[in-house]
């Protein structure tokens, strides 16, 4: 079975930065759409970051211009680049990721911006 460990998560300034990796175990070559959620206290979770199999990305309207989603096949490994963080951007944050037709979850990373 697949399972995917997200890191880089932590404690920041408003205006600061963090990068999210998620890395799959194993020797996993190929995966479908990779995807970040995210999920503050008593909030439904949503949707912030999506990259398809071809490269096509697609991103919630609150992150455009700060955040960026990328992958790299061959480790296995997703990425979420976070720029310019605001208090609202606090949460835990979810890696997804789809193989060879089921959707496996990480555990989680808690993302806490300070004002």
């Known amino acids: 079975q697949v399972q995917l460990v997200e890191s880089g998560g932590g404690l920041v300034q408003a205006g600061g930065s963090l990068r999210l990796s998620c890395a799959a175990s194993?020797?996993?070559?190929?995966?479908?759409?990779t995807a970040w959620y995210r999920q503050a206290p008593g909030k439904q979770r949503e949707l912030v970051a999506l990259?398809?199999?071809?490269?096509?990305?697609t991103y919630v309207e609150s992150v455009k211009g700060r955040f960026t989603i990328s992958r790299d096949n061959a480790k296995n490994t997703m990425y979420l680049q976070m720029n310019s963080l605001k208090p609202e951007d606090t949460a835990v944050y979810y890696c997804?990721?789809?193989?060879?037709?089921?959707?496996?979850w990480g555990q989680g990373t808690q993302v806490t911006v300070s004002s």
């Open positions: 194993g020797s996993i070559f190929s995966f479908g759409a």
């Open positions: 997804k990721a789809r193989h060879s037709g089921d959707d496996y």
């Open positions: 990259i398809n199999s071809i490269g096509s990305t």
